[in-house]
């Protein structure tokens, strides 16, 4: 059964930086290219990043590009997802997923920039 748990999330000022963790299990890790979502409330969920299943591609959505870096530790069987000069539109639940199969979403970790 795939699991999909993230964490990192919380409050930061505008400019901040946060550092996003999805741990997984249930699946082989490395067999997939894996995304990060978010949304926000009121919001459909968005696709922010998109990582190879071997690192070597990214993708970022427009919003979030030369801000974020999405990677991944194989070895650990964990995603990231870095986040610097965060904004306020940056607020969200962000979401972990695997690329080509839809698993069960986790929880979410939740974001907040605000001063």
């Known amino acids: 059964q795939v699991q999909l748990v993230e964490s990192g999330g919380g409050l930061v000022q505008p400019g901040g930086s946060l550092r996003l963790s999805c741990v997984t299990s249930?699946?082989?890790?490395?067999?997939?290219?894996m995304a990060w979502y978010r949304q926000a409330p009121g919001q459909e969920r968005e696709l922010v990043a998109v990582?190879?299943?071997?690192?070597?591609?990214?993708t970022y959505e427009d919003s979030v590009k030369g801000r974020f870096t999405i990677s991944r530790d194989n070895h650990k069987n964990t995603l990231y997802l870095q986040m610097n000069s965060l904004k306020p539109e940056d607020a969200a639940v962000y979401y972990c997923?695997?690329?080509?199969?839809?698993?069960?979403w986790g929880q979410g970790t939740q974001v907040i920039v605000s001063s």
């Open positions: 249930g699946f082989t890790f490395t067999d997939y290219p």
């Open positions: 997923q695997l690329w080509g199969r839809l698993a069960t």
């Open positions: 990582i190879g299943s071997d690192g070597s591609y990214t």
